[in-house]
């Protein structure tokens, strides 16, 4: 049986009407999905397969869109006081990971190997140029949220934090419940997440 490219178009749609309903949380086996919908449409397996590719290409985005979310990496400058004690007893009852950096380098280098979805920076650090590393995360990272740290920060440095777009500064000695509410204002408004706000 040859099918019209017609009913190729409503093949297609099915397939991410599929994939839609799968992200969306109401279906939880994307693969019987597929095999339902293809056995309804009457699919002809012996078709050219363009059909195939555009399914597959959709299949393979969409869903390494919602895994790429399901691994949530925050990354933070390293330090010697008890700081990363600190982050993990926030990120690890949530499932998320904490990844420490200890210099500018190994800042980046975490950056452009690994899919980060907010960066802590201690500008205090001695081995992390807090401000030039944010502009040199803003080179090829623009839209990278980045929590500052700093022990009295003075208008010209809030000023130009600003001007790089950094989502917050937060005071240092660092109160984590203000911190943790960054964190959440920062989740909710790029990722539309409200880990941070539900109790581990």
């Given at each position: 049986?040859?099918?019209?490219s017609?009913?190729?178009?409503?093949?297609?749609?099915?397939?991410?009407?599929?994939?839609?309903?799968?992200?969306a949380?109401?279906?939880?086996?994307?693969?019987?999905?597929?095999?339902?919908?293809?056995?309804?449409?009457?699919?002809?397996?012996?078709?050219?397969?363009?059909?195939?590719?555009?399914?597959?290409?959709?299949?393979?985005?969409?869903?390494a869109m919602?895994?790429?979310?399901?691994?949530?990496?925050?990354?933070?400058?390293?330090?010697?006081w008890?700081?990363?004690?600190?982050?993990?007893?926030?990120?690890?009852?949530?499932?998320?990971?904490?990844?420490?950096?200890?210099?500018?380098?190994?800042?980046?280098?975490?950056?452009?190997?690994?899919?980060?979805?907010?960066?802590?920076?201690?500008?205090?650090?001695?081995?992390?140029?807090?401000?030039?590393?944010?502009?040199?995360?803003?080179?090829?990272?623009?839209?990278?949220?980045?929590?500052?740290?700093?022990?009295?920060?003075?208008?010209?440095?809030?000023?130009?934090?600003?001007?790089?777009?950094?989502?917050?500064?937060?005071?240092?000695?660092?109160?984590?419940?203000?911190?943790?509410?960054?964190?959440?204002?920062?989740?909710?408004?790029?990722?539309?997440?409200?880990?941070?706000?539900?109790?581990?």
């Open positions: 049986m040859c099918k019209s017609g009913d190729d178009h409503a093949v297609i749609l099915a397939g991410r009407q599929c994939l839609c309903r799968f992200l949380g109401e279906s939880s086996n994307l693969l019987i999905d597929i095999t339902i919908f293809l056995t309804k449409t009457y699919i002809n397996f012996w078709r050219p397969r363009t059909i195939w590719h555009d399914i597959c290409s959709i299949t393979m985005v969409m869903v919602r895994t790429n979310f399901d691994e949530i990496n925050v990354l933070a400058s390293q330090a010697e008890a700081w990363p004690r600190a982050l993990r007893d926030i990120f690890a009852p949530r499932g998320i990971n904490l990844l420490m950096a200890g210099d500018t380098a190994e800042f980046i280098d975490v950056i452009e190997h690994k899919r980060i979805h907010a960066t802590i920076i201690d500008l205090d650090s001695k081995q992390i140029s807090g401000l030039a590393t944010i502009k040199i995360i803003r080179m090829g990272h623009p839209l990278l949220p980045c929590l500052l740290l700093k022990n009295q920060p003075d208008q010209a440095l809030l000023g130009e934090a600003l001007s790089l777009d950094v989502f917050s500064v937060i005071d240092k000695p660092v109160d984590m419940s203000v911190l943790l509410g960054q964190l959440n204002k920062l989740f909710t408004k790029k990722y539309n997440s409200d880990i941070f706000s539900r109790m581990p």
